[in-house]
């Protein structure tokens, strides 16, 4: 079993639409969160950073993390065209100081 | 301004060739990485430096060089390069090692092995 298991898709949905990306963990370790964008040929960049359970909200971004269960969300409200790409959800224990444990990554397509 | 500019971008050489990809950051970080993205797009995280000391150094073979010249610069030498090093690799740079968490990649050094 992979530490960090993500559904590589396609996820395609209409403009508009709430779109859901979820990734799944299993080192209880883990205490940081992060969801990376990464544009096709680009490096990933940062989008939201969590620190153990709760919620944090940015924009129309918004990260969930429950612990208890292991699973981390992201949910993007009125999705835009441009918010096409693939999304990596990524976790550390130590303040990534060792390192990322990255997921596959969903490749989300926003049907204009 | 690019804040991690990597080069090449692109590089297709043969088996058993030496090669190397240089780096740069530009934002005063002290903490430099290199990340590698295999065909089934795991990124996984091959060297840390941090103020030109080796941190972190994961299973990597040993034909795999970093070198850390001075804080703002990390270049990848390989040697005797084999098909499976075919991958993506990317530079990254962080604040500190405290600050690993939000990292700054840069674009991307397309590697293949033919």
């Known amino acids: 079993q992979k530490e960090v298991e993500q559904d590589p898709g396609p996820l395609s949905v209409p403009e508009g639409a709430i779109v859901s990306l979820n990734c799944t963990y299993s080192n209880s370790a883990f205490q940081y969160f992060m969801w990376y964008r990464q544009y096709s040929r680009k490096g990933p960049e940062l989008l939201m950073y969590?620190?153990?359970?709760g919620n944090k909200e940015d924009g129309r971004f918004t990260a969930q993390v429950d612990k208890s269960s292991k699973y981390i969300s992201l949910f993007i409200r009125d999705s835009q065209p441009s918010d096409s790409a693939t999304y990596l959800c990524a976790m550390s224990a130590v303040g990534g100081a060792d390192g990322l444990t990255f997921g596959k990554g969903t490749h989300l397509i926003i049907q204009p | 301004d690019t804040a991690v500019s990597q080069t090449p971008k692109y590089l297709v050489t043969q088996m058993g060739n030496d090669k190397s990809i240089k780096c740069e950051q530009n934002?005063?970080?002290?903490?430099m990485y290199w990340y590698k993205q295999d065909s089934k797009k795991f990124l996984k995280i091959m060297f840390s430096?941090?103020?030109?000391?080796?941190?972190i150094n994961e299973t990597v073979p040993n034909r795999f060089s970093p070198k850390s010249p001075d804080k703002a610069h990390l270049n990848l030498h390989i040697n005797s390069l084999e098909l499976g090093d075919s991958a993506v690799y990317f530079c990254a740079s962080s604040h500190g090692l405290a600050d690993g968490n939000t990292i700054y990649f840069g674009e991307g050094s397309w590697l293949t092995v033919v």
């Open positions: 934002l005063g970080h002290d903490t």
């Open positions: 430096y941090n103020n030109k000391e080796l941190i």
């Open positions: 969590t620190y153990s359970s």
